[in-house]
């Protein structure tokens, strides 16, 4: 039986190359890798945002000796639990989130809490770095730049900051009219834009 390598252990290797095409080689090559994939897409999707406290939550690593590599692929199952979307109360997620940072490896524990407060602990392992070599595995980053818009009193531009929602409110009874306009609001920056 093949030893899966510990998903902190991949991302070390990647960091270790001299050069960015080195790294998206590197990277690519471990694309059937679903549980990274959920890793590097936990650090900059929005969508993914965990809602536990920020910091190292106190929990006590297990021994290097224990070979436990090959536990985040079984444990990433659990990261749903950890979205603000899931009924779980938050001490409730909390005690869970340090119960399964116990049975991981202390390399990948680590990368989950990192994870967890969206700080990539590998500086050459970057948002650009990861959308380069997997396109679609981010969602498109928002809208945020600074738009020009011409001035009817000079030939000057000036710029305006267009704030960006990265999802419309959810319908029910009570806000159909709100998330109707949430609609009709995006649908006029967007023809503004053009």
């Known amino acids: 039986m093949t030893k899966l390598p510990g998903v902190a252990e991949i991302l070390k290797g990647v ?3 001299a050069t960015e095409q080195e790294r998206q080689d590197v990277l690519a090559g471990h694309w059937p890798n679903v549980t990274m994939l959920k890793v590097l897409r936990g650090f900059w999707a929005e969508d993914q ?12 690593p297990a ?4 070979d436990l590599q090959g536990s985040l692929y079984r444990e990433i199952k659990k990261m749903y639990i ?4 899931t009924n779980a109360k938050r001490v409730r997620k909390e005690q869970l989130f340090i119960e399964m940072l116990e049975v991981l490896d202390p390399d990948d524990a680590e990368l989950i809490v990192a994870m967890k407060d969206r700080k990539m602990p590998y500086e050459n392992i970057t948002e650009d770095l990861v959308r380069k070599t ?4 981010l969602p498109p980053r928002p809208f945020q730049a600074e738009s020009p818009v011409a001035t009817t009193e000079d030939t000057k ?8 929602s990265a999802k419309p409110p959810k319908a029910n009874s009570t806000n ?3 998330v109707a306009a949430w609609y009709t609001r995006q649908a006029e920056i967007e023809a503004n834009r053009k």
Request: glycine share 2%; net charge neutral; proline share 16%.
């Open 63 to 66: 021994k290097k000796s224990q």
């Open 176 to 178: 159909q009219a709100r």
């Open 82 to 85: 950890f979205l603000p979307e």
């Open 134 to 137: 997997f396109p679609d595995l």
């Open 15 to 17: 960091n270790e190359k």
């Open 49 to 60: 945002i965990l809602d536990l406290p920020a910091g190292v939550p106190p929990y006590t």
């Open 157 to 164: 531009a000036t710029t305006i900051s267009i704030p960006h």
